[in-house]
């Protein structure tokens, strides 16, 4: 069998006994999800009216529920991968990562199960949110196919970046509570972001945080692809935040992962 099927098997090996604890243990994953998805209705039901006062041209709770919704789908991707970082540190505590070390396996195959399970509950969760804000309102009836399918890449590609972060986080922490409160950026970052309100509403001193950091150019990417505003620089931005982060996370990972233990 060559190395690249070795590694497939023992990727899906992991794939699948990650999969599985997030099925038998899903209050974590609950948990994050919540989180979002209380900000959506809390935002759209309470402040509404209010924020939507901030949007150019106004336009009251429906538009506000357009506006609000890409940043939420990236928040909900922020969110999850918390899980991640706290599902990672634990194996590495309760000594399974050492145990993985000695077996015959790929030694990359324990990393990459971890990232895509994570990847695949980041979609499955962006779904679910995008179905809740679907049903009070949010619609995006002008994006052709195509751009819902870049939407689509778009946030699988932030996913993948953000969860090899998460990773490196999680094996950097000495317990699952250090990683839980190592990752919390991953869920506060979009919150001063344009998430909420755009750019040139914030007070100026605040804008530069809000503009160089990586969500915003995806949030306004998104925005571009579902609701044709203007996309101008932030999509190659966006895949350029996605590709760096992705290759920090792996290489980070990957000499945590094969540093030898204490």
Known sequence: MSSFSLTVRDSSTMLRRNLLHARRYPSLTLNLLLTPVMLLLLFVYIFGDAMSAGISGGGGRAAYIAYIVPGILMMTIGSTVVGTAVSVSTDMNEGIIARFRTMAIHRGSVLFGHVVGSVLQAIMSVVLVGAVAA??????????????????????????????????????????????????????????????????????????????????????????????????????????????????????????????PK
Do not use: H, K
Request: glycine share 10%; aromatic share 12%; hydrophobic share 55%.
């Open 135 to 260: 049903a009070i309102g949010f619609r995006s009836t002008d994006a052709t196919v195509l751009e819902w399918l870049a939407a689509f890449g778009l946030l699988a590609l932030v996913a993948l970046a953000f969860t090899w972060i998460a990773v490196g986080m999680g094996m950097g922490s000495p317990n699952a509570e250090a990683a839980s409160n190592n990752a919390m950026p991953l869920i506060l970052l979009p919150l001063i972001s344009s998430a909420f309100v755009p750019l040139d509403a914030m007070p100026g001193w605040f804008q530069p945080i809000a503009e160089y950091q990586p969500f915003t150019p995806a949030i306004e990417t998104l925005r571009g692809l579902l609701l044709g505003t203007e996309i101008g620089n932030n999509g190659w931005i966006s895949v350029a935040w996605c590709l760096g982060l992705t290759v920090l996370g792996y290489f980070w990972s990957r000499a945590q992962f094969n540093r030898d």
